[in-house]
Each structure stands twice: as C-alpha cells, then as structure tokens.
C-alpha cells in the first residue's frame, strides 16, 4: 500500500501565489510517477502536472504559472503555483503512479493511488 498525503490549500485573494506539497509513504517503487489533478464540482477531474522518476515534467493548461517539483529527501513533492486566478480554485490532489513512465500520464484513471484534495480557493 501507498499512502499519499496533501497539504498547503487555502484562500487566497486573485494574482497570489500558494504551494501545494505531496507527501507519499509506504511500499513506494524506485520508479513512480507522481502528479497533480484538479476537480470542480460536477467536472472531470482535470491534469494540472505529473513528474517522472527521471523528473520529465508535463504540465496541462496551467500556461507557466505553476511548477513541479521535488524534495527526495523528504519524498515530497510540491506544485508552485503562482499568479492565482479564480478559476484555478478547484480541490486539487496528488496521485502515484507504480512504475517506468517517460511521461506522466494525463488521465486520471492510470493512476494507482491518491490523497484526499486540499482545496484552494481564490477570490476575485
């Protein structure tokens, strides 16, 4: 088992920045995947950014507000996002994918375990 942990949401006002931090434990593999998705109600859950084990990084319409990246000293990973927009508020989550990726895969369901969301908000 796997346990993925997120942490870092909150409230925040149009144009901050926030850090989102992922912390995953347990029977991890040399080489995983580990990424972000966002979901809003009534909406599929929407790739944000997924790094490999190789730290090949991919981000989806976030333009180049956001960054991913990783503390293997501490097995965190984090999502920099900077330049908030109400649009970004969504319950955003961290997902763990078990073995050799080149490139994280954008759909959610290829993903093998997940956290329970932090949510952020952004007001205008």
């Known amino acids: 088992q796997v346990q993925v942990v997120e942490s870092g949401g909150g409230s925040v006002w149009n144009g901050a920045s926030l850090r989102l931090s992922c912390t995953v434990s347990g029977n991890t593999f040399s080489w995983y995947t580990l990424a972000w998705f966002r979901q809003t109600a009534g909406v599929e859950r929407e790739f944000v950014a997924g790094l490999t084990w190789s730290d090949d990084r991919t981000y989806g319409a976030v333009e180049d507000r956001f960054t991913i990246f990783r503390d293997n000293a501490k097995n965190t990973m984090y999502l920099q996002m900077t330049s908030l927009k109400p649009e970004d508020a969504a319950l955003y989550y961290c997902?763990?994918?078990?073995?050799?990726?080149?490139?994280?895969?954008?759909?959610?369901?290829?993903?093998?375990?997940w956290g329970q969301g932090t949510q952020v908000t952004v007001s205008s």
């Open positions: 997902t763990y994918k078990q073995g050799y990726m080149e490139k994280a895969p954008l759909t959610a369901g290829e993903y093998d375990y």
